[in-house]
């Protein structure tokens, strides 16, 4: 299962970028946990890209792209599969990374959209940010993330709709109900995906999956 999410800050790619990393088996390719990581243990990209993070900015694409390619061969040599998350954030990206993904035989399958209002994000950011201590969770670097999303991340998701990979799901609500419609929906699709014999065909009986998730509301079946 090869998928990459495209979401405002706190609609919840993180979690969601996790769940399903772990019910397919694939790693999950976090940008902005790398780069985090990358300030942490001080190294030179990480001293490069620090403001960025810390205001709120998009950090080069170059940088972005670079880890992200790594990041894709050692997918790639794990299996082939792939959740990748804070990637594309512009239509540069989306082409450079669709770019990368042909070269390498493993384009996204799935262009997962979390639709969530800026309200309802920026109140989950607030929170995060009494808990963890993010340096971009302030309401001044929230509000710049959210205009960024708007202006040149939001717009790429008509380029996926047109390729015909894009699944829209409403991420307003809990994560656990979000979660069960996401892996519903991505199991549905699994039967129809050309892998060769990197995945294993699954049968449609959505009934089974409500059991694994708990009850399954009729908003998680019928997407
Ligand atoms: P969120 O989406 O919740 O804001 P992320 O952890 O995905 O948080 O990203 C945090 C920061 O990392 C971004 O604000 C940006 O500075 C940087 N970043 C992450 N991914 C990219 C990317 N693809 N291109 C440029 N900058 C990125």
Redesign the pocket.
Known sequence: MRVLMIAP??AG?GTQGALIAAHFGVPHI????L?RDHVARRTGLGLAVQE??DR????P?QV?LGIVREALVAAKAAGGGYVL?????NMR?ARAAYQIARELGMTADVALHLDADDAEVTRRLLARAALEHRS?DSVEVISQ?LALYHQVTSPIICWYRDRGILVSVDAMRPAQQVGREILTALEAMRPFLDHGSQQTPHSLDLTTLGEAFGATGPDATSG
Do not use: F, N, S
């Not at 998350?85 to 954030?89: A, K, L, W």
């Open positions: 800050p706190g790619k976090a940008t902005g946990d780069l960025y993070l709120g900015e998009l950090v694409d972005v998350d804070g990637i594309p954030r990206q971009d993330r």
